[in-house]
């Protein structure tokens, strides 16, 4: 007898917009109304841009790089995925009052907690170049067997150059957060290989954006407990991190692929202060 086929989850739209199945009707109205609380720390990324990495570097940092406490904090400072799906934004709302907040999240702009906006709590956001994060995005799709059409490489290829992908296209996310809020005081913009390059620096960075100055001893430890390698060996259940590495987009590519991409990304970038920090190999 041979297995039934795997069924697919499918996404939810709503308004218009695709999200993960996970996602309930009446949940991005609700993060956009999130009381924000000032000590609240925001890990804010499209999908596959190193979301749990900044987040397990945030996490660390607020512990001062004490690997066991850590752990024990995580209950009060962290309520499991993305505010976004189904009723982690509930678990939020009641949590202790007495540690930060630490919430990762992939909502547009439009979505993020209105208070945020206003200049309330703070978001460490992580970029990435687009052409790694389609390939992360790919193979972690593979395992969420959301849509049929994300299964080969060259279907998702074409669902992740169209507006209606799942958390919309790389450029109309990304743009509006970086050309709108760079300068702002809450928030604090980061890219992956910028991480990849300057691990140490990037963690000095996120100290200072959240008043919490560390030791050189303790930023070490931050350091060493956010290495990938260390990362991925924690991992009991379903594993996000894969590769970890900057430039594996010429693993899936095809020349006249990455032609098309370069083509629609010149023109979507042109003028924009982002495209100074997108870095595509090492």
């Known amino acids: 007898m041979t297995d039934k086929p795997k069924p697919f989850f499918g996404v939810n739209v ?32 499209y999908p596959k841009a190193g979301t749990h990495w900044a987040q397990e570097l945030v996490r660390n940092i607020l512990c001062k790089g004490n690997k066991d406490k850590v752990k024990e904090d995580y209950a009060n400072s962290s309520a499991g995925g993305p505010i976004e799906f189904g009723d982690t934004c509930e678990k939020f709302d009641s949590l202790s009052t007495e540690k930060p907040r630490v919430m990762m999240t ?41 849509l049929e059409e994300y299964q080969e490489w060259d279907s998702f290829f074409e ?14 996310y990304n743009l509006p957060y970086y050309e709108n809020h760079r300068n702002k005081k809450n928030f604090l913009f980061l890219t992956y290989e910028e991480m990849k390059l300057d691990h140490k ?41 894969r590769k970890g ?33 997108i870095i595509f190999e090492t």
């Open 14 to 45: 709503i308004n218009g917009f695709k999200w993960p199945p996970m996602v309930r009707d009446t949940n991005p109205k609700q993060i956009a109304n999130l009381k924000v609380r000032e000590d609240d720390v925001f890990v804010l990324t």
């Open 106 to 146: 992939h909502v547009p702009v439009d979505v993020l907690p209105k208070q945020v906006l206003e200049g309330k709590g703070k978001v460490v956001f992580v970029n990435r170049n687009p052409k790694d994060i389609a390939v992360s995005y790919w193979h972690f799709l593979l395992e969420t067997h959301f």
């Open 159 to 172: 669902a992740y150059l169209k507006t209606d992908m799942m958390y919309g296209t790389w450029f109309d």
């Open 201 to 241: 620096g990037c963690v000095i960075r996120i100290c200072d954006f959240l008043s919490r100055p560390l030791s050189e001893e303790q930023v070490d430890k931050v350091v060493e407990n956010t290495t990938f390698s260390s990362m991925k060996a924690t991992k009991k259940k379903f594993n996000v991190t």
């Open 245 to 277: 590495v900057v430039g594996d987009w010429k693993s899936r590519f095809t020349v006249a692929q990455n032609e098309r991409f370069d083509a629609i990304y010149n023109q979507r970038m042109e003028g924009s202060a982002l495209a100074k920090r």
